[in-house]
């Protein structure tokens, strides 16, 4: 299985190696429909049938940030991003490979954690800087989160 995000805002999912494509993208809740999007970024799932994506629109003056969660490959999404600060764009999300449901975000301004699927959201503090985080990993052997 194989997820694409592209910055024209498009998200796509072969489940063939690259045979067939279905362009998911139509199926985000309340997200404004526009016929360019900002960049997409999506995470990595422990499930294959689960996925999580954050997507960025801040060129488009859309600071919100966007935060979705599948479980049926992209026919339809969940919005995770309440109770995230309004105004800071998410950049990426990932689950952590070891712990079901725990999540981190990074955005304009900080890392944020869940650990309940995107329920509710926490600043991460452990002396990380307040800064843009674009990217997160964590290693199947030992996470440090």
Request: include cysteine; charged fraction near 25%.
């Amino acid at each position: 299985m194989i997820w694409v995000g592209t910055d024209d805002g498009l998200v796509q999912v072969t489940r063939d190696a690259g045979k067939t494509w279905s362009n998911v993208s139509g199926h985000f809740p309340d997200r404004p429909k526009t016929s360019k999007d900002g960049c997409t970024r999506s995470g990595v799932a422990v499930r294959c049938r689960r996925r999580y994506i954050a997507i960025d629109r801040h060129q488009l003056d859309d600071r919100r940030p966007y935060v979705f969660k599948t479980s049926d490959y992209g026919k339809t999404w969940t919005d995770i991003g309440r109770g995230l600060p309004a105004d800071v764009p998410a950049r990426v999300v990932r689950e952590n490979p070891n712990l079901r449901g725990f999540l981190v975000l990074g955005t304009d301004a900080a890392l944020w954690y869940s650990r309940d699927g995107g329920t509710s959201w926490k600043p991460l503090k452990a002396e990380f800087p307040p800064r843009r985080s674009t990217t997160c990993s964590s290693s199947s052997a030992h996470t440090t989160w």
